[in-house]
């Protein structure tokens, strides 16, 4: 059973990045059928993706976060990460890893981590 | 990118059908997913594609498609039935098949 587990700082300061890995197991993250994806939920409100990577190492970013964001994906350890840089309140959020099947005709996520509370607060 | 619009909340008695709806442009050319999403816990994929349910969801959720707006029908809703429920599907301003984006979520209240 495939499994993905999210880790990284709970609280981070205003301005600094914030940085979490997924580790993925039960499953290779090398598979060409799959990309790996990072989305946010502000408390109380709904997802919102940020990106998503291809084990190649190429990667999709929401236009809206593109400027602050870098995912990157470590087949060696089978993990993938998520760095925002110059955090505000507004980043506060439970972050979730997700696997992201390719499929033309639509867009999933089958698989998510538990998810993470990340705050920003000094 | 795209945006996908969906009610904020919708309720129906125990055991009636409920038809929870998402609009938007790249509905015309692509099929939406659908997730549910208890309090506290990860979203969970209920359907994707035209109409495909993951091993382990209920034949009661079911999804359509027409134009630009994609539904998602639950035929005799249970109480634990009972979450918010998102539509995601692929940004058609986007020029690869990664891009992605969710509607708002709808909130189902069971009575």
């Known amino acids: 059973q495939l499994q993905l587990q999210e880790s990284g700082p709970g609280l981070v300061k205003p301005s600094e990045t914030l940085s979490l890995t997924c580790t993925v197991s039960g499953g290779s993250i090398s598979s060409s059928s799959y990309y790996w994806g990072w989305i946010r939920q502000p408390p109380g409100k709904g997802l919102e993706w940020i990106g998503s990577i291809y084990y190649s190492g190429s990667t999709y970013y929401n236009p809206s976060l593109k400027s602050r964001v870098t995912i990157s994906v470590d087949t060696s350890k089978n993990q993938f990460s998520l760095k925002l840089s110059s955090v505000t309140a507004a980043d506060t959020a439970v972050y979730y890893c997700?696997?992201?099947?390719?499929?033309?005709?639509?867009?999933?996520?089958?698989?998510w981590g538990q998810g993470t509370l990340v705050t920003v607060s000094s | 990118s795209s945006e996908l619009t969906q009610d904020p909340a919708v309720s129906v008695a125990l055991g009636q059908t409920v038809r929870i709806t998402c609009q938007g442009d790249?509905?015309?050319?692509?099929?939406a997913s659908w997730y549910q999403q208890k309090p506290g816990q990860a979203p969970v994929l209920v359907i994707y594609g035209k109409n495909n349910r993951p091993s382990g969801i209920p034949d009661r959720f079911s999804g359509s498609s027409s134009g630009n707006t994609a539904s998602l029908t639950i035929t005799g809703a249970q109480a634990e039935d009972e979450a918010d429920y998102y539509c995601?599907?692929?940004?058609?301003?986007?020029?690869?098949?990664?891009?992605?984006?969710f509607g708002g979520g709808t909130k189902l209240t069971v009575l």
């Open positions: 997700a696997r992201h099947p390719v499929v033309a005709a639509t867009t999933l996520f089958d698989y």
């Open positions: 790249s509905l015309r050319s692509y099929y």
């Open positions: 995601n599907s692929r940004d058609s301003s986007g020029n690869h098949l990664a891009y992605v984006v």
